[in-house]
């Protein structure tokens, strides 16, 4: 049992070329299950891995680089085959370079080796899971516009709002 987290997010990084080609080939109705799925694994391997006291450190690495293959690369393929707004997709991109920059540098740089994720970053990680949900429901003919337009302002809020809160918590402490 303790394996099943690991198992999870294992599984979620494998569907990913799957899931990309489908969009590629714009069989939304196809994606729709498959990435409610993903969203739900991604809450229930968490869950079960503090819940069963199965957390690894290979979980702490694979579940983040699931997280972001899965949803980086879902809004760059949404924004090359033009299903969104390229700028849209370039707000959560830059988001999450800017992040792994950052925490390269301070890699390098000091001896901080700890990055966990805020509330905010799970916030925003969350909501554009609800987003790209909407959006691919919207394109597959089963959402509504008004939804989708909000939840994509509000994952533009959240993405910036993270950002902000990353780059105060990295900021050098006065002594």
Same mark, same amino acid.
């Given at each position: 049992?303790?394996?099943?987290?690991?198992?999870?997010?294992?599984?979620?990084?494998?569907?990913?070329?799957?899931?990309?080609?489908?969009?590629?080939?714009?069989?939304?109705?196809?994606?729709?299950?498959?990435?409610?799925?993903?969203?739900?694994?991604?809450?229930?391997?968490?869950? @079960? =891995?503090?819940?069963?006291?199965?957390? #690894?450190? /290979?979980? &702490?690495?694979?579940?983040?680089?699931?997280?972001? !293959? +899965?949803?980086?690369?879902?809004?760059?393929? @949404? =924004?090359?085959?033009?299903?969104?707004? #390229?700028? /849209?997709? &370039?707000?959560?991109?830059?988001?999450?370079?800017? !992040? +792994?920059?950052?925490?390269?540098?301070?890699?390098?740089?000091?001896?901080?080796?700890?990055?966990?994720?805020?509330?905010?970053?799970?916030?925003?990680?969350?909501?554009? !899971?609800?987003?790209?949900?909407?959006?691919?429901?919207?394109?597959?003919?089963?959402?509504?516009?008004?939804?989708?337009?909000?939840?994509?302002?509000?994952?533009?809020?959240?993405?910036?709002?993270?950002?902000?809160?990353?780059?105060?918590?990295?900021?050098?402490?006065?002594?």
């Amino acid at each position: 049992m303790k394996h099943v987290p690991n198992l999870l997010t294992a599984a979620r990084l494998a569907l990913a070329p799957y899931l990309f080609l489908l969009m590629f080939r714009h069989q939304y109705r196809t994606i729709v299950p498959l990435f409610i799925i993903i969203g739900v694994t991604d809450v229930v391997d968490g869950y @079960l =891995a503090r819940r069963l006291h199965a957390g #690894s450190r /290979l979980g &702490a690495y694979l579940d983040p680089i699931a997280d972001k !293959i +899965l949803l980086s690369g879902t809004f760059l393929v @949404l =924004a090359l085959t033009g299903a969104i707004e #390229s700028w /849209l997709a &370039a707000v959560v991109l830059g988001r999450d370079v800017m !992040i +792994l920059a950052t925490a390269g540098i301070l890699y390098m740089t000091t001896k901080r080796r700890n990055f966990p994720p805020s509330r905010w970053g799970k916030a925003s990680t969350l909501v554009q !899971i609800v987003f790209l949900c909407f959006q691919i429901g919207l394109l597959a003919g089963i959402a509504v516009a008004p939804a989708v337009t909000a939840l994509k302002w509000i994952t533009v809020a959240f993405a910036i709002a993270s950002l902000a809160d990353y780059a105060w918590s990295v900021r050098p402490k006065s002594s």
